[in-house]
């Protein structure tokens, strides 16, 4: 599967912003996805998954602010950021795999680009 990710901007501290992943590929529906980011400097680190039956999980630095969602019919997956911080600040890219709820990056096989969310204080 091929994916895509897309939606990134910048935006101030308190706002939201909602970026997409954009999947080609007929097996879409059957694939865990989640969210990653990385911080200039930093090293990536997992931000969000939602498995093929829907379950969600999410760090803890995002829980409450983030909500993670997909539509199959449309091979897409979302990752909407309300409640951003500074700290949010990062390139964001979505991945699949076949393990379900896990944010462990060795388990996810197909990655898109980044897209850059900055977030201004």
């Known amino acids: 599967v091929q994916l895509q990710a897309s939606g990134g901007g910048l935006v101030q501290a308190g706002g939201s912003v909602k970026i997409s992943c954009a999947a080609a590929?007929?097996?879409?529906?059957?694939?865990?996805i989640a969210w990653f980011r990385q911080a200039p400097g930093k090293e990536r680190e997992w931000v969000a998954t939602?498995?093929?039956?829907?379950?969600?999980s999410y760090a803890d630095s995002v829980k409450g602010r983030f909500t993670i969602s997909r539509d199959n019919d449309n091979r897409r997956a979302f990752l909407q950021m309300n409640l951003l911080k500074p700290e949010d600040t990062g390139s964001y890219f979505c991945?699949?795999?076949?393990?379900?709820?896990?944010?462990?990056?060795?388990?996810?096989?197909?990655w898109g680009q980044g897209t850059l969310v900055t977030v201004s204080s």
């Open positions: 939602i498995n093929a039956r829907e379950g969600l």
């Open positions: 991945a699949a795999g076949v393990k379900e709820d896990t944010g462990d990056q060795r388990y996810f096989f197909y």
């Open positions: 590929g007929t097996t879409f529906f059957a694939y865990t």
